[in-house]
């Protein structure tokens, strides 16, 4: 059985991952690593053990490890590209100091490891359409500098020392439990909120900008299958191409508006969130995750747009 901690659990995506690992793994077997001020609740603190896991602070984490007997270690700890291109000095603190500490922790207790890279590391020099699993990658924003550091560092760590480390480029992520916060992608996730509430919704992507995007279940799905799969057969380790769906404004306006025929969208751009929508592909090629670990998402944008209006429904009545 494994023992895995998931630095920052209570985020966009630990909030629903440490969930879905505890009902694998079991309750007792997933840690919830948290920083002060974004404490657990509910079940997330009652299903079982968590402790305050900050990525700037090594020797604490090195603790926790120790004491729970960890071998794998989901870090998911990092500022948005939206927030980090304003805290740029922070960002790199979180994302890249953080992930020295985790990795050396890991070489040195002998886990595996699992950091997120994401779309943002691509950049505008980069093929647009079906982008390829290895191709040029100068991001423009600190986000994406970060994102290949990160890609480039894990991968050095596998290399040099043998560290088991794996990661996927998420796209946009959209889920119904915990909101993102401060990311290029967010309007995905704000546009349902404000179509339940009734409200209409302001646009800050402009019209015709397609960037790739996916429903929460499926980039669960791929963390875990990523970190199951046989070694043998990874050609690839830190910076897998993941797809599932590529859409822009209008089209998710008016597949809501499907089930939602009032709803009311109006685009007041906002320049530094276009500014590196822009800079992002329209969509990737994840042939290579499919080839090496069988990846196969299960949603599209009208099942996933079925499944967030009625859970949001239900959430918000
Ligand atoms: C963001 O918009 O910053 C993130 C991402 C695509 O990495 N959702």
Redesign the pocket.
């Known amino acids: 059985m494994k023992n895995i901690l998931v630095i920052g659990a209570t985020g966009q995506i630990g909030s629903e991952l440490t969930m879905k690992l505890r009902g694998i793994y079991g309750n007792e077997h997933v840690v919830a690593g948290y920083i002060r001020g974004a404490e657990p609740k509910g079940i997330l603190l009652e299903s079982g053990p968590a402790e305050i896991c900050d990525v700037t602070d090594g020797a604490a984490i090195d603790a926790v490890v120790k004491k729970y007997h960890i071998d794998t270690i989901y870090n998911l700890a990092a500022l948005?590209?939206?927030v980090a291109e304003n805290k740029p000095m922070l960002a790199w603190k979180i994302g890249i100091d953080g992930l020295w500490n985790i990795l050396e922790i890991a070489r040195e207790n002998g886990c595996a490891v699992f950091t997120p890279s994401?779309?943002?590391s691509f950049g505008p020099e980069t093929p647009r359409d079906q982008t390829p699993q290895d191709t040029t990658q100068r991001p423009r924003t600190i986000?994406g500098i970060s994102k290949v550091t990160t890609e480039l560092l894990s991968d050095w760590y596998f290399n040099k020392y043998g560290v088991d480390t794996r990661s996927v480029r998420?796209?946009?992520?959209i889920s119904n439990v915990t909101p993102?916060g401060g990311?290029?992608?967010?309007y995905a996730v704000d546009i349902y909120y404000a179509a339940v509430k009734g409200q209409d919704f302001i646009c800050p992507i402009a019209e015709g900008t397609y960037m790739d995007m996916m429903y929460m279940p499926d980039a669960l799905n791929a963390c875990v299958q990523l970190m199951e799969a046989n070694p043998v057969r990874l050609a690839h380790r830190n910076g897998f191409n993941i797809a599932s769906m590529s859409f822009e404004p209008g089209e998710i306006y008016r597949e809501i508006q499907k089930h939602r025929p009032d709803f009311r969208m109006q685009y007041q751009v906002d320049a530094l969130k276009q500014s590196i929508a822009s800079s992002w592909p329209n969509s990737l090629d994840d042939t290579c995750a499919r080839n090496e670990w069988d990846w196969n998402p299960t949603f599209n944008l009208e099942s996933m747009t079925v499944d967030m209006l009625e859970k949001l429904s239900a959430r918000l009545a």
């Open positions: 948005l590209s939206v994401s779309i943002g986000y998420f796209p946009g992520l993102p990311g290029t992608t967010d």
